[in-house]
């Protein structure tokens, strides 16, 4: 079994920030890419960044610049930190993780539950 769990979400004014952490646990044998998406209500969920496990990053083109990914392989985490946050960052956001349990040849794709990020203008 694999779970990811989110945190660092919450209230924040335009212009602040927050640092999402994703943590994977369970039965890893190796992690290849990870992310993390968002779905904002009434949009379909979208991809905010990913980074792969030689460290290679992509981004939306609307969080360049103000977003940065980023992973700790020794502890399965994956982090987003966010700055210069505008309203429409307001979102549920998730994360996700290319794994391969131990055991198994096949790569799966797992996510986590979602933590929301709310940002007042």
């Known amino acids: 079994q694999v779970q990811l769990v989110e945190s660092g979400g919450g209230l924040v004014q335009a212009g602040g920030s927050l640092r999402l952490s994703c943590a994977a646990s369970?039965?890893?044998?190796?992690?290849?890419?990870m992310g993390w998406y968002r779905q904002a209500p009434g949009r379909e969920r979208e991809l905010v960044a990913r980074?792969?496990?030689?460290?290679?990053?992509n981004y939306a083109d609307s969080v360049k610049e103000r977003f940065t990914i980023s992973r700790d392989n020794a502890k399965n985490t994956v982090y987003l930190q966010m700055n210069s946050l505008k309203p429409d960052d307001t979102a549920l956001y998730y994360c996700n993780a290319d794994i391969q349990r131990i055991g198994l040849s096949i790569v799966n794709r797992y996510w986590g539950q979602g933590t929301q990020v709310t940002v007042s203008s």
């Open positions: 980074i792969i496990s030689g460290g290679s990053t």
């Open positions: 369970g039965s890893i044998g190796s992690i290849n890419a």
